[in-house]
C-alpha cells in the first residue's frame, strides 16, 4: 500500500515538472485585465471580392464565300451586319412616314374641298353655305368640323341645328335643321320671318305663314347683340333693316312671349284689317271705323283692355268725335287723339 502511494506521488512530481517545462518554453502573450470594463470581443467582417474575367472581344466578321472559276478558289465578301430594331423605332419610323404622306396628300387637288354634301335643307343650297364659310379649295386635312359648325349657325340663323362631319378624300358633309316662320313681319325697309322661339331672320324660298305683321319697326329685343361682322354677300344677306343699323348693335331676335301676343291677338283682329306694330304703342290694327287701336306688347289681360275700348268707342261717338288713335297700352291710363 504504501509502495502504491509512493509510485503516484512519483508519477504526479513528473507530470508537474513536465508541465512546468511546457510553460516555459511557451511564452503567453501579457493580458491585461481591467477590473472596472469587462473587454468585448469585436468580430470584423471579412468580404470576399468575386472578379470575373474580362468579355472576349470578337473583333471577325461574318463574310460570305464567293466562288472564282478556278477550282476551289473562292473570295470572302463581308456580309451585312444584323440589326435589331425595338418597338419604339419602328413606331417612330411609322409616324414620321405617315406625316410624309399626309403633307404629300395636302397638296394634291383630290384632297382640296371643292363642294359639301347638305342634308336636311328645302330653303338653302349648298353653294350659299360654301360663299360664306370660305372653305372652298381648302385641304381636308384643315377642316375642323366644330370651327365650320360654329360659323354655319352664326352667318345662317335661318337654322336651328348644324352638324358636320369630314371624310377622305374630300368630302364635308353637313347636317342642318330649319328653321319654321310663324310670322311674316313686314316694314317699308324689308320682310323677315320669325318663328316660334322668336328668331328673326331673311325670307328665302317659300313657306306657309300662318300670321302677318305691318310694321314700323323692328320687334321689341330679347337682347342686344353686337355682331363683329356683317358680311355683304349674295348667298344670304341681312335684311336692309339690320345692315342699316351695322356696325351699330342690332336685335337679331324677339321674345317668344312677344310672338304668343301676336298669336292671341290675331283672334281679336277685326275682318278686312291687319294686324299692326308700333315701337311706340305696341301691337294694334286698324278700325273698320277709320282709326288705330293699339294694345301694347303685353296681352295677357287683353279682354279688359277690349272691354275698355268698347267704353271709350262709345264715349266718343256720343260726343260726335273721331278720333286718329286709341291707345290702351296702359290698362288704368288710356288716351286717345283727335289728330294724327
Known amino acids: 500500500m504504501a509502495k502504491r502511494q509512493a509510485d503516484e506521488t512519483r508519477r504526479a512530481e513528473k507530470i508537474r515538472a513536465r508541465r512546468q517545462k511546457s510553460q516555459k518554453q511557451t511564452p503567453q502573450p501579457a493580458v491585461r485585465v481591467s477590473a472596472t470594463r469587462k473587454q468585448t470581443k469585436r468580430n470584423v467582417p471579412v468580404t470576399r471580392r468575386h472578379t470575373s474575367p474580362p468579355p472576349m472581344v470578337n473583333r471577325g466578321r461574318n463574310t460570305i464565300p464567293v466562288p472564282l472559276k478556278s477550282k476551289g478558289a473562292e473570295v470572302h465578301l463581308p456580309a451585312f451586319p444584323n440589326l435589331h430594331f425595338g418597338w419604339r423605332f419602328i413606331s417612330g419610323a411609322i409616324f414620321v412616314l405617315a406625316l410624309i404622306a399626309v403633307i404629300s396628300f395636302s397638296s394634291l387637288n383630290n384632297f382640296k374641298v371643292n363642294a359639301i354634301a347638305l342634308e336636311g335643307a328645302q330653303r338653302l343650297s349648298p353653294e350659299s353655305i360654301l360663299s360664306q364659310i370660305d372653305l372652298s379649295g381648302t385641304s381636308i386635312i384643315r377642316v375642323k368640323p366644330q370651327e365650320i359648325q360654329e ?17 377622305l378624300p374630300a368630302t364635308v358633309s ?56 356683317v358680311p355683304e354677300t349674295e348667298a344670304e344677306q341681312p335684311l336692309e333693316i339690320l345692315s342699316a343699323l351695322a356696325p351699330e348693335p342690332i336685335y337679331p331676335r324677339t321674345t317668344p312671349e312677344f310672338v304668343q301676343g301676336i298669336i292671341a291677338l290675331s283672334d281679336y283682329v277685326p275682318e278686312g284689317s291687319s294686324l299692326q306694330y308700333d315701337p311706340d304703342f305696341g301691337l294694334g290694327w286698324t278700325d ?53
Open 174 to 229: 353637313l347636317r342642318v335643321t330649319e328653321r319654321q316662320p310663324v310670322i311674316l313681319w313686314e316694314q317699308e325697309s324689308g320682310s323677315m320671318w320669325i318663328d316660334a322661339d322668336g328668331v328673326t331672320f331673311p325670307i328665302r324660298g317659300e313657306s306657309e305663314v300662318a300670321f302677318t305683321v305691318l310694321a314700323n319697326g323692328m320687334p321689341p329685343a330679347a337682347a342686344l347683340v353686337q355682331p363683329e361682322e
Open 288 to 340: 273698320p271705323r277709320g282709326w288705330l287701336v293699339y294694345f301694347g306688347n303685353d296681352i295677357s289681360n287683353i279682354d279688359l283692355k277690349l272691354i275698355e275700348y268698347e267704353s271709350i268707342t262709345a264715349s266718343l261717338q256720343e260726343k260726335n268725335l273721331t278720333p286718329a288713335l286709341i291707345s290702351l297700352e296702359f290698362l288704368y291710363a288710356p288716351f286717345y287723339r283727335l289728330e294724327h
Open 151 to 167: 360659323k354655319v349657325l352664326e352667318r345662317f340663323p335661318s337654322l336651328s341645328s348644324a352638324k358636320v362631319s369630314v371624310g
